[in-house]
Each structure stands twice: as C-alpha cells, then as structure tokens.
C-alpha cells in the first residue's frame, strides 16, 4: 500500500536554529498538507498546498515558516527560527484528486521535534 | 472557528463488547467525516469515513451520521484489547482539498 514518508522520525534542535521536515507524499496525489500535534492536543492544520503553491493556511503558519517541494517528489517544512512552543509532533499528508473530498488523507509517520 | 468535540475518556470496555464513540460538530457546512485511529506516539490511521445521513458498516465498525444533529458516532463490535487507542474525529467541508478540522479525541481501553 502506498505511504507517505518522513524524515527524520526525530530531530532535536537548539532554540532559533533552522529546521526543514522532509516529507514523500503518494506518488500520484496532488493535495500536501502539514498538521501538527503537540503533545497531549488536538491535531492542528498548518498548511496545504496544491499545484506548486499555498492553497490554505492557518494562524499557526506564519512568517517562520515555509513551505515548498523542490523537485517534484519531496514536500518540506522549514521552521526558520525555532522556538520552544514549535516542539510538537509534525504530520505530513497528501490526498488524491477528487472533486469531493471522498478519501481521508493518508499520514505520514510523523517527526518528532524537540527544540531545547 | 470551526469545532469538534469528543468526550476525552477514558471509555473502557471489556473485551468482546461493543465501544461507542460520539462527535459533535460546530460548522453546518461539513460535508465529510472521518473516524481516525491513533497509537500513542504515532500518526492517525484513516479506520472510517461517511459522508451521508444513517450507517456505514465495514467489518467491526459502524460510522453514523445526523447531518441534522450534528453528531457522528462509531461502534466497534467484538472489542479486542488491540483496539485501545485514542480515536479522533474529524470533519471538512468535502472539497478536494479542504482541510481537516481534528476533535481531540476520545481514549478507548479495551480490558481483556
């Protein structure tokens, strides 16, 4: 079955480093998203992208942070300048093309980052 | 603002019994929902989506959905202890690419 990955599963960084979340999304989807889940909470939206650009995002998804899938296969996250609250569980996932929404997105394993 | 709410548990049950879950939603405009299975430090596993009023069976669970209620629910028939997890509900409004709007989950433990 196809699957989304990630790497890495687990990134320490030190507070106002730079850290990019790598991601493989499903060959033949077209919808990538990133979620986030710090520990104990909800699942959040960070941000999705569709067609080589930002089609949504949310109020977490500021000046910090970018996105971009540089060539073709890998969708990446960049966290400029890491703060302690950005420790979380970051989820990547990707979706088929239909014209309802009658797939549930597929998760990738998730990375775990700890900023100290 | 966009929400979901799920009792957070823990809800135990014996093995062998049947779990009911339950989900409520703010925004009338949700077109899709989706039952996801989370372990403990793992991502969420995609177990049940429905997206019309009534039933939908697939083995051992049951998704149902009141659109007019608000109110999604799943059963789990014949619980096995290796369906302890925390089981998220989630909603969107059924575009291609809108985004997922997660509940906080509810803690299943299954007791042999």
């Known amino acids: 079955e196809p699957e989304v990955t990630q790497t890495p599963s687990h990134q320490v960084t030190q507070m106002g480093q730079e850290v990019i979340l790598r991601c493989v999304p499903i060959s033949n989807h077209l919808y990538f998203y990133w979620y986030r889940q710090i520990l104990g909470q909800k699942v959040e939206f960070l941000v999705s992208f569709y067609n080589n650009e930002i089609s949504e995002k949310s109020e977490i998804f500021d000046d910090q942070f970018s996105v971009e899938r540089p060539d073709g296969s890998n969708f990446t996250l960049k966290i400029r300048s890491t703060k302690l609250e950005d420790s979380a569980m970051y989820f990547c996932?990707?979706?088929?093309?239909?014209?309802?929404?009658?797939?549930?997105?597929?998760f990738g394993s998730g990375t775990r980052l700890t900023v100290v | 603002q966009k929400e979901v709410e799920q009792n957070s548990g823990p809800l135990s049950v014996p093995e062998g019994a049947i779990a009911s879950l339950n989900c409520t939603y703010s925004d009338r405009v949700s077109q899709s929902f989706f039952w996801y299975r989370q372990y403990s430090g793992k991502s969420p596993e995609l177990i049940m989506s429905i997206y019309s009023n009534g039933d939908k069976e697939d083995g051992r669970f049951t998704a149902q959905l009141n659109k007019a209620s608000q109110y999604v629910s799943l059963l789990i028939r014949d619980s096995q202890p290796s369906d302890s997890a925390t089981y998220l509900c989630a909603v969107n409004e059924g575009s291609g690419y809108s985004t997922l709007t997660f509940g906080k989950g509810t803690m299943l433990l299954v007791s042999p």
């Open positions: 996932a990707s979706s088929g093309r239909t014209g309802t929404s009658s797939y549930g997105y597929t």
